[in-house]
């Protein structure tokens, strides 16, 4: 559903004849608060996707405030259960391939910088490196903050700070006795380099 709201916003995003569009290279890093938690145990561990990097690359449509485009996401990561004490790491066994439309508007600007709300709607594509395990879809929704920074020419500096929330990348019958699958929150932040264009 707000894949469609974020598809007829655009069509009333005033861009002018002379927009440009916009092109950005992320990375960054994530955590996750969620996917799974112990309902018994009185250390309520998490079994969850965990240091996540996350590369991005975004392609927009620009106007003077608002811009509206797409983006396409690549997630790799650790599946660790973790406890107020310790955690148990699975190294490098998550990863996903995803993409979103976004929707953003201008909120500030000074001396050739801006500050950006941006949000978001899509789905990835997770998967596990593990025997007896198969990829599944999850919607992912997405609400950052984005400061930019000109650096000369037609390039700038991104700085990116946001969350994604989604239902949990298990399944009932994926997760240890006792655990329960729950909606993940996926802070993180990301730095990168963008190129404006006509």
Do not use: K, N
Not at 66 to 85: H, I, K, Q, Y
């Amino acid at each position: 559903m707000l894949i469609r709201l974020l598809c007829a916003a655009a069509l009333f995003v005033p861009l002018r004849a002379g927009a440009q569009w916009h092109l950005a290279l992320l990375g960054g890093t994530a955590t996750t608060q969620g996917d799974s938690r112990d309902t018994i145990a009185a250390d309520r561990a998490e079994i969850r996707a965990d240091r996540i990097t996350v590369a991005t690359l975004a392609i927009e449509r620009a106007g003077d405030a608002w811009r509206f485009g797409a983006e396409l996401r690549r997630l790799t990561g650790d599946l660790s259960e973790v406890t107020a004490s310790a955690s148990i790491d699975a190294r490098g066994v998550v990863s996903a391939w995803g993409g979103a439309i976004t929707l953003r508007r201008r909120i500030a600007a000074g001396s050739g910088a801006a500050l950006w709300a941006l949000l978001g709607a899509g789905a990835d594509r997770w998967s596990f490196d593990l025997s007896g395990s198969d990829p599944r879809w999850r919607l992912a929704l997405h609400a950052a903050l984005e400061s930019e920074f000109p650096v000369g020419g037609d390039w700038s500096v991104l700085v990116r700070a946001g969350v994604t929330a989604g239902p949990s990348i298990f399944r009932d019958d994926e997760v240890a006795e006792g655990f329960t699958p729950r909606m993940a929150l996926r802070p993180g932040y990301s730095l990168g380099l963008a190129r404006r264009w006509r």
